[in-house]
């Protein structure tokens, strides 16, 4: 970044003259200022550990930096990816680092991984969010910040032998473009030398044909390019962990003891831990966080901010101010609002008519069914009150002729009994 | 350690003669005619392997059998596999040892577990295992039972990790759905990554977490009270190291002057047949010298009964449904119907009890009316 600006300058103005000092004015000692800046300041330093469970992550960590950090044990029975940040303070002389380990818990074990990246990818892309609000505040303290951006993924790959798994390939795909991935083999004391000189290649020529970019130890500065360029193509680092430690000779080394001999961790001919130490800490950290810093952080801002609407300055010379389109920007989402809020509200009042109309519609058909239903009452009564008439007609008619019948009956029955005799006479006859 | 070879086959000799004469009957001589008998049959066994890429499968079968089987293997890249299926491959050997044939076949499950989404990876693996016990079920009910192929799976070889702590979810899920069908061993792949504490400890943790899943996977039988104390001692020993942790080797190296099966470290040499690097000499007895025949006893017993029962259940439910026959003794699968026409009948039948229902519901809306 520096470079470009300088660029822009010299492009300007005339090239400065390069002029030699007469004496020892002593701005050499600016270095020196820095550093003891800085190692005031203290360091943060934050690593990603992405494997399966159960491959040696938590004591790699703690052979790496020599101390026990307490962890438990994973289980292999977690529903989906999770990250687990643990942030400790460490001390070296007089230097002080603040170290974030943050852990992928449960990858590689659920049955279907075809999201198992994106939990990973999503707590990096936070991490460059919230550094990147930090910077776009008013009122920053940039110099105050715990820096939680990860600057390096160690990515452990199981030592099958025969080359990477589906998984790591897809993982490592995704997290190229947004982190340092440095691959390493984990135990690697399963693999024979012959078989891991072949599975190195073979997983090195997977990552080049696949185009996954891992992190390249830096060969500019002259200072460690040499032994960068020999360590670069050692990757991926067969590594060993242990905490325990073993008699070897009249030494007690961090080492595995098997019953067919003992794995020291620190001998270069077992394995190459002492490699990974080497550039990890010793001579990598710094460009490490530089390189998050001006790659890949500076990556994520240029894509969140265009996704914003922001533009660079291509044609105009005017330099572009931050502020005038961040105006223009919040009166357009303001507006924006305004119209989706009339719109809704719009809505709102036609679906309200819409629904009155219903409801008249139905009160009125309620009202004919009231009506029709009331006549069809009526009528069926004027029926039944004709029926009963006519049944009491009835049955007044069949009363007086029951009348009429018993008189004449008593009638017949008075004279019969008045005259019997004349009825057998009758009957002679 | 005695080896199974008990019974040598072996003629009378004069002494026995006298001793047949008086009160010796001579069936005690069954053991060497079923002896010679087996020797002049031949024998058979079917072994499956299965577990992720890289975990030693070929090597450990090629240590097993001192064969090399996978003459030309192509393996395939991590991106070829992403979406990788599960495929079967049967390779089949012949192998003698002292006039005794054996028909090896070994079945190989490459790709398992090898894909990003591995959901019923296993189905593959269980639709094979029921095809063959189908094919034996139909060749016993057959008419001509002389040459009846046996290729059912004896014995499941399953390797688990050695790098976690213990079972996965896809190996529990792949236990489960194997476990009523074939007999599943259990095994601890290249276990050259683990010290003996740690071998101690997943062992522990894999016995636990089989408990706890309610997998069954296959048992040693019981050894009769009148064996002697040696061979009761290596039963005791064998049942406490289950599961087996293996370490194959494919090459041969020296190690104190002699030349051994086994895997070169700068720190080391590991030998596959030493007993206290790893246990692949108590899988070898296992499988080949003590438990071969019982394994395919249980297969035959157990597995494929309880496959035949659920088959014939199936069909006897299925008939007795449409009530096309009645039969009190369950079936002589004739012509077992063809699933396609089997599908036909049903679906004419439901048709039927349709247009029943229909014609029902208009005659009483008729009467309603």
């Keep these: ?429 | 350690m005695s080896t199974g070879l008990r019974y040598k086959s072996k003629l009378a000799t004069p002494e026995d003669k006298q001793d047949i004469d008086k009160q010796y009957v001579g069936f005690a001589t069954l053991p060497n005619q079923v002896h010679r008998k087996s020797v002049k049959k031949g024998f058979d066994f079917t072994l499956m392997v299965a577990g992720e890429s890289g975990l030693g499968k070929s090597t450990l079968v090629h240590s097993l059998f001192l064969t090399d089987l996978y003459k030309e293997r192509k393996l395939l890249s991590a991106e070829e596999r992403i979406s990788q299926t599960v495929e079967i491959l049967k390779h089949t050997v012949d192998i003698e040892e002292k006039g005794v044939k054996l028909k090896l076949t070994i079945v190989d499950t490459p790709g398992f577990g090898d894909a990003v989404n591995n959901s019923e990876c296993w189905k593959p693996i269980t639709d094979y295992v029921d095809q063959q016990f189908e094919q034996y079920f139909r060749d016993e009910s057959g008419l001509n039972r002389k040459n009846i192929q046996d290729n059912r799976v004896h014995c499941c070889l399953y390797f688990i990790s050695p790098f976690g702590h213990g079972l996965r979810p896809v190996d529990v899920g792949f236990m489960k759905a194997l476990h009523e069908k074939v007999n599943i061993v259990p095994l601890i792949a290249k276990a050259d990554c683990l010290v003996p504490g740690e071998i101690r400890k997943l062992k522990e943790r894999i016995r636990e977490e089989i408990d706890r899943f309610g997998i069954h996977v296959y048992q040693f039988p019981e050894c009769d009270s009148d064996e002697d104390e040696d061979f009761k001692q290596q039963d005791r020993e064998l049942k406490e190291s289950a599961p087996f942790a293996v370490i194959g080797s494919n090459t041969v190296v020296e190690a104190k002057g002699q030349r051994v099966r086994g895997r070169l470290y700068p720190w080391g040499i590991v030998e596959v047949e030493n007993q206290a690097h790893c246990d692949f000499v108590k899988l070898r007895n296992m499988l080949i010298r003590t438990h071969m025949h019982d394994l395919k006893d249980v297969t035959c017993d157990v597995h494929y009964e309880n496959y035949r029962a659920h088959c014939i259940q199936q069909m006897t439910s299925k008939l007795t449904q449409d009530s096309r026959m009645e039969s009190p003794i369950p079936i002589l699968p004739l012509p077992t119907p063809d699933a396609e026409t089997e599908k036909l009948i049903r679906m004419k039948d439901e048709e039927l009890r349709r247009m029943q229902e229909m014609l029902q519901k208009m005659k009483q809306q008729m009467q309603d009316q």
């Design chain 1, 1 to 429: 970044m520096a470079a470009t600006d300088l660029e822009r300058f010299s492009n300007a103005e005339p090239e400065p003259r390069s002029l030699s000092l007469g004496g020892h004015v002593g701005f050499d000692s600016l270095p020196d200022q820095l550093v003891s800046k800085s190692v005031t300041q203290g360091f943060s330093f934050n690593i990603l550990c992405v494997g399966e469970t159960g491959i040696g992550k938590s004591t790699l960590m703690n052979t790496l930096f020599n101390t026990t950090f307490e962890t438990e044990e994973a289980s292999h029975h977690e529903e989906c990816v999770r990250l687990r940040p643990q942030t400790y303070d460490l001390q070296e002389s007089n230097v002080q680092l603040k170290l974030t380990i943050v852990d992928a818990v449960g990858f590689g074990d659920q049955i279907n991984k075809d999201e198992s990246y994106r939990p990973i990818v999503d707590y990096i892309d936070a991490q460059f969010e919230n550094y990147l609000q930090e910077e776009l505040k008013i009122r920053r303290s940039l110099f105050d910040y715990h820096d939680t951006r990860i600057h390096v993924c160690l990515y452990f790959i199981t030592p099958t032998g025969h080359s990477l798994k589906s998984l790591d390939l897809v993982t490592m795909k995704k997290l190229d473009s947004k982190v340092n991935i440095i691959p390493i083999i984990a135990k690697a004391d399963t693999v024979s030398k012959s078989e891991l000189h072949k599975f190195k290649i073979k997983i090195m020529g997977e990552l080049v044909s696949n185009g996954v970019q891992i992190y390249q130890f830096p060969t500019d500065d002259e200072a460690v390019a040499e032994i960068n360029a020999v360590m670069n193509a050692h990757l991926p680092f067969a590594v060993v962990g242990s905490t325990e430690e073993v008699k070897v000779g009249n030494k007690l080394v961090r080492a595995r003891q098997y019953p067919w001999g003992v794995v020291q961790v620190e001998n270069e001919n077992h394995c190459d831990f002492v490699k990974l130490r080497e550039m990890l800490i010793r001579v990598n950290m710094e460009d490490l966080r530089e390189q998050t810093h001006s790659r890949h952080y500076e990556l994520y801002r240029r894509c969140k901010l265009e996704e914003m609407g922001f533009q660079d300055s291509d044609g105009d010379s005017q330099p572009f101010s931050l502020q005038e389109t961040y105006e223009a920007k919040r009166k357009e989402f303001l507006s924006e609002l305004q119209r989706k809020e009339e719109e809704m509200r719009q809505m709102f009042v036609n679906k309200v008519k819409e629904t009155e109309l219903e409801l008249k519609e139905k009160e009125r058909e309620l009202h004919e069914k009231f009506e029709h239903l009331k006549r069809v009452h009526q009528e069926e009564k004027r029926k039944v009150e004709e029926k009963r008439r006519e049944l009491e007609e009835e049955t007044n008619a069949f009363n007086r002729r029951k009348a009429a019948v018993e008189a004449l009956q008593s009638q017949a029955l008075h004279a019969t009994s008045q005259q019997p005799l004349r009825k057998d006479k009758d009957k002679k006859n």
